[in-house]
């Protein structure tokens, strides 16, 4: 249903570069009851130096805080120097984390206290199998694998920063590894490449994911499964709690020491308690050892954020997609640009780690990294720039009136955008063709993104037909057809979004299982489906639609029928809490809800079977059925 901007899911400006900026006192109280290993990280600025989405999620899911910066390094190191496979992961690991230790101080202007990286890997008969690069490539990997027992090794690597008096920057690596067996079942030609087209094989190692689809492939495992998605947390705690707990690596301590002391090299071993406390009192007097990290994050962020929503709406990623590497004389003459400006802006989507700048000879050149090249050009498939130009245009001026939010409890929208229109019950965001379709694609683009995630959350084979009320543009529709074939899929919203959806059918994929029904979920009777999805409609609706909505899927729903809801979940130490509670403040009438209130509202409404998955990215999922 398009009722912009209340469903919008906001992406406030800090979080667009931090992916995780967690309250302090929520995530402690967290991480105290559960690990007190992982709080002992708390105050200290812990980079992540990965891109992977599932080691964020594991290192997310139990209240770690951290800044994510993915590593440049290339993993392109000789395995023939390696004379056992994990060596060369763990090698990897320490290279990506030791690149990013090293970069920031210069790109990010901060020092970060621990980087850690992690590489996987998967071998077979002594052989390191890699991501697959095409599809017939992921068929060659995973007919290696299959009907055999296999090993999946992660390599880990924490780097311990130490900024020394005289401004030298000290690094100790601590590095390990992990070994986990997996058996794979003996698997039809059709199964495999049924896998292959589902899109998963491609970015992972050994060209499967344990966690989603992959899991089907897999007989038995024999280790730590979470090793398998790609790192070995408990083994992680472990070397934490070595590194922490231990009183003569104390690396808190050992800072203190040495930076009251301005000696450089390791505690003597009887060096006392009393002394060691002294130094700690001495130094927690200096300021470099209380610089408050995290406010100095937020006072950049919306900076950072504008570069970001800047550069791509002067289209410079599609730009630098085009050619190889472009000078900044080159990009400004492009987007008709100055060039101290160009300059200027091209050097900050550097120093935020969105582009590479490269030295040619005597050229100064800029290229995009790989995760700019998937994410921010805009002919991707999973493009976000739609999302990211709503986000400047609709979003960015609702946050410049938050003051007065704040002071009246209603939404800036006219403040911001100038006087309603004729109906404002229907769309908060007027009426007009042009918004309409704005508000779409960058739905679109988010749901995309997030689609495949949701559509993995649960085992869906029981149901036959779905019907994704207020589905839009069909993104999350298709992400659930391609996922589950034989699942058909209705998507229910008002006459005028569907008239426009012709505009976003996905090429090159099936369409036939998803159809199109105009109708308002209030007022017209629902389509006949087994399972009925409501991807961010109910965060936004006040109290009573809420009831109304779910007091009619209620009624409607058989048992063994269900209700998915996808929405951001307002748990401690998920991506989701910061990220919805900063939602909140442009004030539209819906409430934001953690996992537990969803459930106990299906619950309610009689889906008391619930299941919950926190997915790491855009939206969770919960799952209620009736018994
Ligand atoms: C800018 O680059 C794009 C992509 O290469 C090209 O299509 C366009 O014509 C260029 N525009 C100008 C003004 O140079």
Request: proline share 4%; hydrophobic share 40%.
């Amino acid at each position: 249903m398009l009722t912009s901007p209340g469903r919008v899911r906001y992406f406030p400006a800090c979080l667009l570069v931090k992916v995780c900026t967690f309250k302090s006192e929520d995530s402690h109280k967290l991480t105290m009851v559960l690990n007190p290993v992982i709080s002992k990280l708390s105050g200290k600025l812990v980079v992540l130096a990965s891109a992977s989405p599932r080691r964020l999620e594991i290192l997310t899911n139990v209240g770690m805080r951290f800044e994510v910066v993915p590593s440049w390094f290339k993993e392109n190191l000789d395995k023939a120097l390696f004379k056992k496979p994990y060596e060369y992961a763990v090698e990897t690991a320490k290279q990506k984390a030791l690149e990013v230790a090293k970069r920031m101080p210069f790109k990010h202007l901060k020092t970060p206290d621990i980087v850690i990286g992690a590489d996987t890997i998967v071998t077979v008969g002594g052989l390191i199998l890699e991501k697959p690069v095409d599809k017939q490539d992921a068929y060659r990997i995973l007919s290696r694998l299959n009907g055999k027992e296999h090993s999946v090794y992660t390599g880990v690597a924490i780097i311990l920063c130490h900024e020394k008096e005289d401004q030298e920057i000290e690094y100790k690596v601590v590095d390990f590894y992990e070994e986990t067996k997996v058996k794979f079942a003996d698997l039809s030609e059709e199964m495999l490449w049924e896998y292959i087209h589902s899109g998963e094989p491609m970015d992972k190692a050994g060209g499967y994911g344990i966690q989603a689809l992959g899991g089907m492939l897999v007989e038995h495992v024999q280790g730590d499964f979470l090793n398998v998605v790609g790192f070995p947390l408990n083994h992680f705690c472990k070397e934490l709690d070595k590194i922490f707990n231990s009183p003569s690596s104390d690396t808190a301590d050992r800072r203190c020491t040495l930076a009251a002391e301005g000696m450089a090299g390791e505690i003597p071993e009887d060096h006392s308690s009393a002394v060691r406390k002294r130094n700690v009192a001495q130094c927690g007097s200096r300021d470099r050892f209380e610089f408050p990290h995290r406010i100095a994050d937020l006072l950049d962020g919306f900076k950072a954020s504008k570069a970001l929503f800047t550069a791509c709406k002067l289209k410079v990623f599609d730009l630098l997609a085009s050619a190889e590497y472009l000078s900044a004389t080159q990009v400004a003459g492009n987007i008709s640009g100055s060039l101290m400006g160009t300059e200027r802006l091209l050097d900050a989507v550097v120093s935020l780690g969105l582009l590479e700048k490269l030295k040619l000879g005597d050229t100064i050149a800029y290229r995009n990294t790989e995760q700019t090249s998937r994410y921010l050009v805009s002919t991707s498939e999973l493009a976000l720039n739609e999302y990211i130009l709503y986000c400047d245009e609709r979003v960015w001026p609702l946050f410049t009136h938050l003051e007065q939010s704040v002071l009246e409890g209603v939404s800036q929208h006219d403040h911001a955008f100038g006087k309603r229109c004729e109906e404002p019950s229907k769309h908060a965001c007027c009426n007009h063709r042009e918004k309409q379709l704005q508000f779409m694609k960058a739905m679109h683009s988010m749901a995309k993104v997030a689609g495949s995630h949701v559509a993995t959350a649960f085992d869906l084979s029981s149901f036959r037909t779905a019907c994704d009320l207020g589905g839009c543009t069909g993104a999350m529709a298709f992400a659930f057809s391609k996922v589950h074939p034989a699942l058909s899929v209705i998507v229910f919203d008002l006459p005028a979004v569907v008239e426009m959806c012709a505009h976003f059918h996905p090429r090159g994929q099936d369409l036939s299982r998803v159809t199109f029904v105009a109708g308002d979920f209030f007022s017209d009777d629902l389509p006949k489906a087994d399972l009925y999805i409501l991807a961010r409609i109910l965060h936004h609706l006040p109290a009573e639609k809420v009831h109304a909505l779910l007091s009619k899927l209620s009624e409607i729903c058989k048992p063994g029928c269900g209700v998915l809801l996808s929405e951001i979940f307002l748990d401690e130490g998920t991506r989701g809490q910061s990220s919805g509670i900063l939602q909140a403040l442009t004030m539209t009438q819906g409430v934001q809800r953690s996992a537990a209130e969803y459930s106990l509202l299906l619950q309610k409404y009689g889906f008391t079977q619930v299941s919950i998955k926190h997915t790491g990215n855009f939206l969770d999922a919960i799952l209620g059925v009736k018994p």
